[in-house]
């Protein structure tokens, strides 16, 4: 498809267990976002590959949380040990590189923890 | 800091109303001024945006002017439709990150 792809778009597991999100950008886009919706923080910068560079994982929450991009095209974010506070809808979002370039978004997946 | 605040919600307006969503920023140097909008079900989209100092952004009708004496970017459209009924977010690119800063959202509920 010619925009962001997400999957899956939902993802309920229980407490403890470690989730896996794919995201495969633009084709051609050089930078990928992940950021994380919620109810009582809003949207929320997780981590950004450019390229070859290493990320900037300043947005991620805490240890539990990683994420990979091979081949400079799709990425995994990977949450370890989930808690209920990881509920959330976590969006991928491409552009162009860095600078003003619009960012585009996926759907989302919304993770839900029991 | 890079900050966004944007006026709470629901916004609720008849059909044809003006619109005004206000967006006030906290930010070195000169971001780049963005809005998104979320219909409901769907994914973030972005609306417009503007990259320097009294740029107007526009787009399906909605117009923001980045105004950096005020740090404000609002968001106004002359006549709304109920097909705007969305969550509307304001957003910065600052100088020296790439990820954006988001502000709360504003949901807008338009009346037939």
């Known amino acids: 498809g010619a925009g962001v792809s997400q999957s899956p778009s939902n993802k309920v597991t229980e407490k403890g267990k470690d989730v896996e999100l794919r995201c495969d950008p633009i084709s051609g886009h050089t930078a990928l976002y992940w950021y994380r919706q919620s109810l009582g923080q809003g949207l929320e910068f997780l981590i950004y590959?450019?390229?070859?560079?290493?990320?900037?994982k300043s947005g991620l929450p805490s240890d539990r949380f990683s994420a990979e991009r091979t081949g400079g095209s799709v990425s995994t974010l990977t949450i370890q040990r989930t808690q209920q506070e990881d509920s959330a809808v976590y969006l991928c979002?491409?552009?162009?590189?860095?600078?003003?370039?619009?960012?585009?978004f996926g759907d989302g997946t919304r993770l839900s923890i029991l | 800091g890079d900050s966004v605040t944007q006026m709470e919600g629901p916004v609720t307006l008849s059909e044809e109303a003006f619109l005004t969503i206000n967006c006030t920023y906290t930010a070195t140097g000169y971001p780049s001024l963005f809005w998104y909008v979320q219909y409901p079900g769907e994914g973030l989209q972005l609306l417009l945006k503007a990259t320097k100092a009294d740029d107007k952004g526009s787009n399906k009708g909605f117009e923001a002017t980045y105004r950096k004496e005020t740090t404000s970017f609002h968001l106004e459209k002359g006549s709304v439709q109920v097909s705007d009924s969305a969550v509307y977010f304001c957003a910065l690119r600052g100088d020296a990150g790439n990820m954006l800063t988001f502000g709360g959202g504003t949901r807008l509920m338009v009346k037939p």
């Open positions: 979002a491409s552009s162009l590189g860095r600078g003003a370039r619009p960012q585009h």
């Open positions: 590959f450019q390229g070859n560079s290493a990320p900037d």
